[in-house]
């Protein structure tokens, strides 16, 4: 082989090797999209099941550290009864986040829904999860307008 031909062989098999290594990152960010999004069903698999203290269980640590077991129960209980049952959600946006003040820097994804319960017809419930260091998503936040 010539070495125009071995040098067209290098770039080639160089190409390959990108490819290969951007499509690893690529399905890397996939799953862990994906991990993010079922915390967040499960999350909510729990709020609508009155499971207050589960969502705490699944939330970040500094999160904890923040509000209490019994407060966030309390908290939600106050918010959520009013509300009814849980009729419909369809998500309006998925924010990836590298920073939000007030927490440390991290892996963040937000999410908001569209929402609707049995005494309030037009809600947006939004969500954050961070990324723990065991590559888990935790809960730390959760509001309705």
Known sequence: MNSAAQFTLRIYIMKLIIILLLSL????NVFSKEAAKSACLK???HIDAKKYKKTWDNSALYFQNAIKKDQWN???EAVRTPLGKNRSRKMLSETPKSSL???PDGNYIIYQYQSSFENKKHAVETITF???KDKKWKLVGYFIK
């Open 25 to 28: 990152v690529i399905n890397s």
């Open 74 to 76: 309390k908290s939600l």
């Open 43 to 45: 999350f909510f698999k």
């Open 130 to 132: 961070t990324e723990s």
């Open 101 to 103: 003040a007030g927490a």
